[in-house]
Structures are given as structure tokens and as C-alpha cells.
């Protein structure tokens, strides 16, 4: 379902490259250091194609980027800004210039797959987005986000 939707919006779009499904250790492997469950739709694209080397993030890329906005921003915040802003968010993807988009986690530890969020780093501020990953790959590639 992904794969075919992302190669049809990309492919006038060379740098666009789906990949080789993420292995299920990798998958959780990430949640493990992401300390959240990840949602199944999030899962269902892991699953189909580890990023795209665009707009998606592999599950390496995502333990990469959480792991250097933890360390960075945890000097900057206060602790439960850090913990609201920062160390609850789980990305998925990236529009290329330091904003990522990705699912909040509730403060019960649930992560919360009815809508995603745009974090702008610039303000540590998020922005309802999408309705889910097929909306936000269907809107960022017509450029509505």
C-alpha cells in the first residue's frame, strides 16, 4: 500500500528511493530506544519499505535523529518542556530543513496515532498535519504541507 503510493507520487522525483523492508528486530530495536510502542500503521510502513531517502526515515535514521535532538536539547529546556517537546515525540519523517513529522505520545506512554504532527524545531512547536501517513505522504508530495 506505501511502497506503490510513494513510488507513484515519486516518480518524477530521482532522489525519492524506496527501500528494502526494515527488518522486525530494527523495528524493535527503535521503539526500544525510543521507549514508545510504535502505532501499526508506522509499523505496516516499516515493514514495506525501510524509508525512502527523501521524506520517510529507516529505523535507523529515526534511533539517529531522537538520540541527537535528546542529547542537544536536554541542555536547553526545562525538564518537563524536554519531556512534552522532545523525549515524547516519535518521528517518522522529515521535510529536509530540521522539522520532523511523527506521532505524540499521551502521557500514559500510549503513543497517539490519530493525527500527525509537523514539530518545528525552530520553536519546539507542533502542528496537526495529517490524518495518518498515507495523508501526509499524499499532501507533502502535492506540497499542501
Known amino acids: 500500500m506505501y511502497k506503490e503510493l510513494i513510488e507513484k507520487l ?6 525519492a528511493n524506496v527501500q528494502e523492508p526494515c527488518p522486525e528486530d530494527e523495528i524493535r530495536r527503535a521503539e526500544e530506544y525510543l521507549g ?3 502505532p501499526e500503521e508506522l509499523i505496516a510502513l516499516l515493514q514495506e519499505t525501510n524509508g525512502d531517502r ?6 535507523e535514521q529515526i534511533i539517529s535523529y531522537v538520540k541527537t535532538n535528546r542529547e542537544i536539547l536536554s541542555e536547553y529546556l526545562e525538564p518537563e518542556e524536554f519531556e512534552e517537546k522532545v523525549n515524547r515525540f516519535v518521528p517518522f519523517a522529515t521535510n529536509g530543513c530540521g522539522d520532523y513529522y511523527g506521532y505524540r505520545v499521551l502521557e500514559d506512554g500510549n503513543t497517539d496515532a490519530s493525527t500527525i504532527y509537523i514539530w518545528e524545531h525552530e520553536c519546539f512547536e507542533f502542528r496537526e498535519v ?4 498515507a495523508d501526509l505522504i499524499i499532501k507533502y508530495y502535492n506540497n499542501e504541507v
Open 54 to 59: 527523501w521524506l520517510l526515515l529507516s529505523a
Open 130 to 133: 495529517a490524518k495518518d501517513i
Open 10 to 15: 515519486t516518480a518524477d522525483i530521482q532522489w
Open 36 to 38: 514508545f510502542p510504535f
